[in-house]
C-alpha cells in the first residue's frame, strides 16, 4: 500500500500550485494549519540551497474531533501533511498523506472509518488539480 496520493501539474508555477492546493483542501473542509518552507528553512539553518518544497499541515476540524475522541493519542498522526515540491524539469508535485495507510498501526475500528473519509476527501483533492 503506497502511504501518499500524488499528482504531478506541468506548466503551474509553484506558488499558484501552493494556492490550487490549499482552495482545493478548503473545498473538502481542511483548513491549513502549519506552513512550512523547507527550502528556506534548510537555507537558513544549514546554508544549503534545496528546491522548491513546502509542507502543509492541513486539518478538517471536524474529523480531527471525531479522530480525538475516538484514539487520545491521534494527535501524533494530526494534521494531514501535503507537499507540494517542484520537480528538477520544473513540473510541480502535490503529494498527500494517505490516512488509511498511516493510522493503519492503530487498531481501533472507529478510527479506521474516520481514516476511510478523509482518505476519500484528500484523493477527491488530489484528484481534482
Same mark, same amino acid.
Given at each position: 500500500?503506497?502511504?501518499?496520493?500524488?499528482?504531478?501539474?506541468?506548466?503551474?508555477?509553484?506558488?499558484?500550485?501552493?494556492?490550487?492546493?490549499?482552495?482545493?483542501?478548503?473545498?473538502?473542509?481542511?483548513?491549513?494549519?502549519?506552513?512550512?518552507?523547507?527550502?528556506?528553512?534548510?537555507?537558513?539553518?544549514?546554508?544549503?540551497?534545496?528546491?522548491?518544497?513546502?509542507?502543509?499541515?492541513?486539518?478538517?476540524?471536524?474529523?480531527?474531533?471525531?479522530?480525538?475522541?475516538?484514539?487520545?493519542?491521534?494527535? =501524533?498522526?494530526?494534521?494531514? *501533511? @501535503?507537499?507540494?515540491?517542484? !520537480?528538477?524539469?520544473?513540473?510541480? +508535485? %502535490?503529494?498527500?498523506?494517505?490516512? =488509511?495507510?498511516?493510522?493503519? *498501526? @492503530?487498531?481501533?475500528?472507529? !478510527?479506521?472509518?474516520?481514516?476511510? +473519509? %478523509?482518505?476519500?476527501?484528500?484523493?477527491?483533492?488530489?484528484?481534482?488539480?
Amino acid at each position: 500500500m503506497s502511504y501518499t496520493f500524488d499528482k504531478t501539474l506541468k506548466g503551474v508555477p509553484f506558488e499558484d500550485a501552493v494556492l490550487r492546493v490549499t482552495d482545493e483542501l478548503k473545498k473538502e473542509g481542511f483548513g491549513i494549519l502549519t506552513e512550512i518552507d523547507v527550502r528556506e528553512t534548510l537555507k537558513k539553518k544549514i546554508d544549503v540551497d534545496f528546491r522548491k518544497y513546502r509542507i502543509l499541515g492541513a486539518c478538517n476540524p471536524g474529523y480531527a474531533h471525531k479522530a480525538l475522541l475516538a484514539e487520545n493519542k491521534i494527535g =501524533a498522526f494530526l494534521p494531514c *501533511s @501535503v507537499i507540494v515540491q517542484e !520537480l528538477d524539469n520544473g513540473d510541480v +508535485e %502535490v503529494s498527500t498523506v494517505d490516512p =488509511a495507510a498511516s493510522m493503519s *498501526s @492503530v487498531r481501533n475500528e472507529k !478510527l479506521e472509518e474516520i481514516a476511510s +473519509e %478523509v482518505r476519500e476527501k484528500l484523493q477527491k483533492v488530489i484528484d481534482s488539480l
